[in-house]
Structure formats: structure tokens, C-alpha cells
């Protein structure tokens, strides 16, 4: 199923530079989300999206940037990778009226 | 503040046998519970959820989860286990306030042939 892609799946990066990893969905849900999974802590919220234009923080927002100029796309940037910022990476989204959430296959992104 | 515990780690069944995977929540009012199997670099695949009704819930492949709000718990079970089964699972609980969701830390279950 590809109602919900990630891209790119694998990302090397150093410390400093900027990346975005991308999100695309096709089934017009109204929330999109993103997050972080480590060893230890599960998945912790960065940002998410009840709609186009409209966004806001998670748990764990800091050296994050979001968008949402278009329902289908979410981008999620960081602005000057760090090493702490290595783990992978889910976006999900959410119908306007149901409270699951479906999730993309992730990106692994590695800072060196 | 919304949350949930799973309080084992990992869980290891044999092939055949059921299989358990505990959550407790803390929540005001009445939760929102879902469950979650990740499978290796794979995202989260949602199993079930239970919002109201029957505390006994039905989800994919075969699991079901028992609502039970007396001892504020949402165990996962199954009555056979396959090695198939082995993975990754997150119990979650809808936070009313944010109308986010907050995940466990999750539980590995290995299914041994």
C-alpha cells in the first residue's frame, strides 16, 4: 500500500549540515505527523499537522523545521544536524475523525 | 498526564502456546487505547483499538486485547502464537487535551519454533 511514502529510506549526513526528509500521502488525511524512535524512549513527537498551514510541536521539537503548504506533503527539516539527531524517522498521518494513525516505512538517518 | 507502561521488555512463547503483551494506562475519563506491531525496518502497523463498547477487542491477524478499567490495563493476546508473530509492539493512548497519541516503549516478542 503507498498511500503513505518516505523518502529518502537511508540518509548519512555531518554534523552541521541540513536535511530534510520527506513525507507524501494520498489519502487526503487531515493530520500528518512526525517522529522519532530510539532504543530506550520508544517514539517521541516532533511536530505534527491537523492541516494545511496549521502545525505544531511535539514533544521533542528543537533543531526541527516543518511545513505544510500542500494537504499531501509534510516535510521535516533539520536545520544543522547533530549526532543526537541520528535515529529513525516516522511520518503518519490521521483521518479528520478517526484517532488511528498510519505510518510510512521510516527513514534512517545517520549524522556523523 | 495521559500515559502508558508496558512493563516487560521482551516476552518469549513458543510456537502454539498463547501469548500475552501487557500495557497499563493512566488517564482521565474514559481512553483511548490502540495497539501497534512494528516488524523490522518496517513503520507501525496499526492491530486494534478500543474507543468504546466490548472490552473485548478484535484487530489483525489474529490478536484481540482485553479493556479492563478496573486494573486500568489493554493486554494484547492471541491464543496460538506463530514465529511470524515476532516483532516490535507499541501500546499507545489518545491524549485528550492535544488529541495526540502517547506511545509505550514497547515489547519485543520472540515466538521460539
Known amino acids: 500500500d503507498a498511500g503513505i511514502t518516505q523518502s529518502p529510506r537511508y540518509k548519512i549526513t555531518e554534523t552541521g549540515r541540513q536535511v530534510t526528509l520527506m513525507c507524501h500521502q494520498t489519502?487526503?488525511?487531515?493530520?500528518m505527523f512526525w517522529y522519532r524512535q530510539d532504543l530506550g524512549h520508544g517514539l517521541r513527537l516532533i511536530y505534527y499537522?491537523?492541516?494545511?498551514?496549521?502545525?505544531d510541536k511535539g514533544e521533542v521539537p528543537d533543531g526541527y523545521v516543518v511545513s505544510r503548504s500542500k494537504t499531501e506533503n509534510f516535510p521535516l527539516t533539520l536545520e544543522s544536524a547533530t549526532r543526537s539527531q541520528t535515529s529513525v524517522y516516522f511520518c503518519?498521518?490521521?483521518?479528520?475523525?478517526?484517532?488511528?494513525?498510519?505510518f510510512g516505512p521510516g527513514t534512517r538517518l545517520t549524522v556523523t | 498526564a495521559q500515559s502508558v507502561a508496558q512493563p516487560e521488555d521482551q516476552v518469549n512463547v513458543a510456537e502454539g502456546n498463547p501469548l500475552t503483551v501487557k500495557c497499563t494506562y493512566s488517564?482521565?475519563?474514559?481512553?483511548?487505547l490502540f495497539w501497534y506491531v512494528q516488524y523490522p525496518n518496517r513503520g507501525l502497523q496499526f492491530l486494534l483499538k478500543?474507543?468504546?463498547?466490548?472490552?473485548l477487542v478484535k484487530g489483525s491477524y489474529g490478536f484481540e486485547a482485553e479493556f479492563n478499567k478496573s486494573q486500568t490495563s489493554f493486554h494484547l493476546k492471541k491464543p496460538s502464537a506463530l514465529v511470524s508473530d515476532s516483532a516490535l509492539y507499541f501500546c499507545?493512548?489518545?491524549?485528550?487535551?492535544?488529541?495526540?497519541?502517547?506511545f509505550g516503549t514497547g515489547t519485543r516478542l520472540q515466538v521460539f519454533p
Open positions: 503518519a498521518t490521521r483521518g479528520a475523525v478517526s484517532y488511528e494513525q498510519y
Open positions: 478500543y474507543i468504546t463498547g466490548d472490552n
Open positions: 499537522s491537523a492541516a494545511a498551514d496549521i502545525t
Open positions: 489519502w487526503s488525511h487531515s493530520y
Open positions: 499507545a493512548v489518545r491524549d485528550k487535551g492535544t488529541d495526540k497519541l502517547i
Open positions: 488517564v482521565s475519563g474514559n481512553p483511548y
